[in-house]
């Protein structure tokens, strides 16, 4: 899609092209970092992905001084840390988790588009899994890791879960006007032991001495929602894509 049919102006671009990476190219948890450059060159961009093992923390947990200690233990153990640029708390990566990530320019200072961002990658993915016959919707879920307003969350059980959360980063664009070029992120927890992340969430909040603590109650996966099909992750994948494709008729 050409740069113009997305003014820098507007907050939510109508479309995005759909950007299908090598495999090679997704081995780092941050990998969609590199999507902010294809923005700025070619439009707004999306992509569906999944990443190797790893478990990913905000910079703010370099205060820690068992940080680096903790990260090697951790790394031996087969969830090497990655540190990311936006904020939030800790959260796994690893096959079965399946992230959006949008990248696209706007104008003026970021806080002006945060909440579009949010509402946005929202509702592609409340589309792609009502689509799998789950409803979903933004929720605070007090006690998942990496907690936040917009997760996307369901009702199972008469409690509300957490099933995908979501993070933002901007960086400014060199210019006459201020402009930034941000990164909206979803991680969705798809096919994948939710109770063996959450303790090993915890196990590294320990290593590092934090007191934070997670509930594995409070996250689901999509597969323990539908009853465990085969090729969930492959079906998802393909609603999601769907979902952004047909943004510009959504509505």
């Known amino acids: 899609m050409p740069a113009a049919e997305h003014r820098a102006g507007d907050s939510i671009p ?3 092209t759909l ?3 090598e495999p090679e190219s997704v081995r780092d948890a941050r990998f969609d970092e590199s999507l902010l450059a294809l923005a700025l060159r070619d439009g707004p961009t999306a992509c569906v992905w999944e990443t190797a093992s790893s478990l990913v923390v905000p910079r703010s947990y370099r205060r820690f001084d068992a940080f680096e200690g903790a990260c090697r ?3 031996e153990m087969g969830w ?3 540190v990311r640029q936006t904020g939030g708390g ?3 990566q690893g096959p079965g988790i399946v992230n959006l990530s949008l990248a696209y320019r706007v104008s003026g200072m970021p806080m002006r588009h945060s909440e579009a961002g949010y509402r946005l990658i929202c509702r592609l993915l409340a589309h792609a899994l009502s689509g799998m016959g789950i409803e979903s919707f933004p929720a605070p879920v007090e006690g998942s890791f990496c907690d936040g307003r917009y997760n996307l969350a369901l009702r199972l059980h008469a409690a509300t ?3 995908a959360g979501t993070a933002q980063m901007w960086r400014r664009v060199p210019g006459p006007t201020e402009g ?4 909206v992120h979803a991680l969705v927890l798809v096919d994948v032991d939710t109770t063996l992340l959450t303790e090993t969430a915890n196990a590294f909040e320990a290593a590092i001495g934090s007191e934070r603590r997670y509930l594995p109650d409070r996250v689901v996966s999509v597969a323990e929602v539908l009853g465990f099909p085969q090729g969930v992750c492959r079906h998802f994948r393909q609603a999601v894509e769907h979902s952004v494709s047909s943004l510009a008729q959504m509505g």
């Open 80 to 82: 090497p840390v990655t």
């Open 14 to 16: 109508a479309v995005f």
């Open 19 to 21: 950007y299908r990476p």
């Open 73 to 75: 233990q951790f790394a």
């Open 180 to 183: 930034h070029v941000g990164l």
């Open 161 to 163: 879960v957490k099933v």
């Open 90 to 92: 800790i959260v796994p």
